[in-house]
């Protein structure tokens, strides 16, 4: 009998909890008539960021979600940086932080990004950065749900009026920087250094963005082979391999160490990365000490040519401060409106923290001769030389862009299959 | 009360205890202060009705996992299994979907038929793990092992292949169902009742069913002496075979659900470990449906409120993993030193 009791206790506490829990949301969900004001245009294509000026010091709390770890060497910790940028900025702001979120990440076992934006909200964060577009989905959804927090989709395109994805998000932002450049001067290093005249680059995912990275260092790649070097075009081999993510899970993707090594024992003696963390450049370090001559080049984090300085021909990487700290004080002074952003560098001063969204750092590896060509090359960059111009054809030989014709931003962005010349999978997009 | 019965709950309550202690040494060495990290476990776990939200949500799943396992352990077997009958259940229903999703048939419907598909899915899966035990001599625990790492990568094939996105090749999951196709959830979140009464039902099906029937019974006796159990008539390998069926049903329909109200899509990873949390939930419990609900709910709020660890101590939120497996681990030591202690007196 008491066994009977107990249980019908247990079972209509459950059953109370439920209903007391399943209760209207009060807290987060505002009327429409909440939306931030938007004054601002809603697509800001700049071409260099200003200097972002120092704001009334204000109590302002935000939050970021990071893909990987805040110490990756690579896209978590640029962008990570760009946070503590913003505390530097807005005096008596606060970063709030959440690292390794991606989909199924055994670190928040059935918890989806938004869900955890969640958590950094209701620790007081007003602003969201959400850092990856594995989470790109995911920004959007709790932006429409969350009208009152303000959020930021780093590498999204939701709120391009002229994109393929227009979404109206009132109370997001999306920012993304103009890493092409970087790329093709990444290539370009790679082309002046390889002797084999194969050079291998370790991709990520494939989408949009990373079939456009993979073929501006292509671009590069091939003008410096051929402009610069005067050597024939097809004689360059270019292949990309991707692993399936931004770094390595084990049993999920494939290994990024193999990968380099596969590069490296194969005859590629550079290879370019494309993925958030440094196997290439630890990699291509242990072929040197075993006698190889390699190089790598690195991405994202500036100072990423330290972990194997000796083969490290440069790094592209992100300065994403500048953009970060203008569009938090958006939020901190009510100006915040929905507006896409594809930031360039400062040409002036490519490593200028306060201004560039993307800059190149040069590596130890460089030899000093191919170092003045690519100055060079940098110099043409600044003055307007555009690689992205026809005649261009895709992978599948299909004309891409003909003679002279300048690629758009949207033609760029949504690049639909790598080049002609460039070696590995494409997943054209329908 | 009988001195058994407060022999047994000291014993209980002292690695509730035990548990406690370590973790708190645990947080101390980690630089945290551990009131106020218990403190701010619970308020990431219940401090805004988002989070309320978000742990119902987990509840759900957790609940089928649980409600599933505790039939195999009844029947004495270890469906380790579960992992990947969770996921064929999500690969099933992400492939009706996406076989429907452009029809004319009503999205309820399809909604339907698409947990439908994840139940025989999860079915399907374990009945493998159950045929290979029975047929094949193989032990549940290692076929079970063996299918989940199958399963991962038949999810991974189809995420990259097959199913892919458009223009994308991620392991960030197949591209997102349209919104109707989407269990209806409450607005602005994904919560479902739908998924949460679906879950409660079955948890308490599950506790009538091992309390109060022949079925139950015959289970039960199936786990506790399967020898005995033929003597006395029952058809062993065929109670045995139903106990994975039902879990493997359950653990599907807990991947449907993960396709249908959280995540939209199939990606690597989808059940998310709930299998193995169902199993520590149910050794906690000491395989007693009565108490599923309840214990469950305190994992799911655990797994919620511990985000917090990170956000405020930057302790890596995986600590919720610690505690839980303490708690189970001490409590498993407990019954052991519990029943030495019985049999010395």
Redesign the interface.
Known sequence: MRKNVLTIALLAMTIVLVLTACGPAATTVAPATSVPPTSVPSTQVAATLPPVPTVTPAPFIFGMLLVGAKNDNGWSQATYDGGLYVEQQIAGSKMLYLENVYSGSPSYPGLTASQLADQLVSQGAKLIFFNSDDMKDEALKFANANPKIYVVGVSDDWTWKDGKNYTVSANQVDIMGRMEYMKMIAGCAAALTTQTGKIGFLGPLINDETRRLAASAYLGAKYCWSQVLGKDATKLTFTVTWIGFWFNIPGVTADPTQVADNFFNTGYDVVISGIDTTEALVEAEKAKTAGKAVWALAYDYKTNCGVAPDICLGVPYFNWGPAFAATAKTAVDGTFAENFQWNGPDWTNLSNPDTGAVGFAKGQGLSADNGTKLDAFIAQLAAGLNLWTGPINLQDGTAYLTAGTVATDQQIWYLPQLLEGMEGASVPSK | MKKNSWINVGFQVGALVVALLITTLLLVAAGAPPLKAYASII??AF????????????WS?LLLTTAGVLITFSAGLWNIGIEGQMTLGAIFATGVLRALQNTQLPPALIIILGILAGVIGGALWAALAGALKTFGGVNEIFGGLGLNFVS?ALT?YLV?GPW?R????????TQ?FDEKLWLPS??????S?WA?GIS?LVI?AV?FMLRGTHLGLRLKAVGKNSKAAFLMGVPTWQYSMFAFLLCGAFAGLSGAIQVTS??HRL????S???GF?GLLVAMLINYQA??A??IA?FFAAV??GS??L???YKL???FA?VLQDLLVLLVLLGEGARQRFIKKG
């Open positions: 308020s990431g401090g805004s009705s988002n989070n309320i939200e978000n742990i119902l949500i987990t799943p991962t991974i990259f892919k458009p223009g994308v090749g991620s392991m960030s999951g997102p409450l607005p602005h979140t994904e919560l009742l949460l409660l308490i506790y959280v995540y990606l690597p990873n989808i998310n470990g709930y949390l009565l108490w609900a309840p709910f797994n919620i985000v917090q990170q956000i405020q890596d939120s995986s993993g």
